[in-house]
């Protein structure tokens, strides 16, 4: 029992000294900044969804008037088109952590490369 005494009084003497106003005003805004924070990366994280999105949208499309092009230069350029926006989305994604929403983008990226090796790409 001793020794839980001098134990407890050297905790006392030794720990934390008690927080006071400013301690708690800087852990306030802590929290605030944390909080802000993770608003402005989840806002860049939908902005980087809707970037992909659109990236791989536009590489769908055009692979599409790729494959009932007519002519063959038409053909190459929309296929090449269709190879950018799948180069670009396939660069953001692999950059990012995959979440949810990302996997999805990812499924749709794997159709625009179905599409592509339709169009004659290799990868």
Known sequence: MAFSEKLDAWVQRNGSPPRDRQTDDIFAD???T???????MEAARQHQRTFLAVEIATGLRMAEIARVSDT???????TAE???AYEEANK??????VYTQERKLEAQLRTL???LQDLGEKF
């Open 82 to 84: 269709a190879r950018r």
């Open 92 to 97: 953001w994604l692999s950059g990012v952590s």
């Open 72 to 78: 063959p230069g038409a053909k190459a350029r929309r």
């Open 113 to 115: 490369e179905r599409a």
């Open 30 to 32: 802590l929290r605030k």
């Open 34 to 40: 944390l909080s802000k924070t993770a608003e402005l």
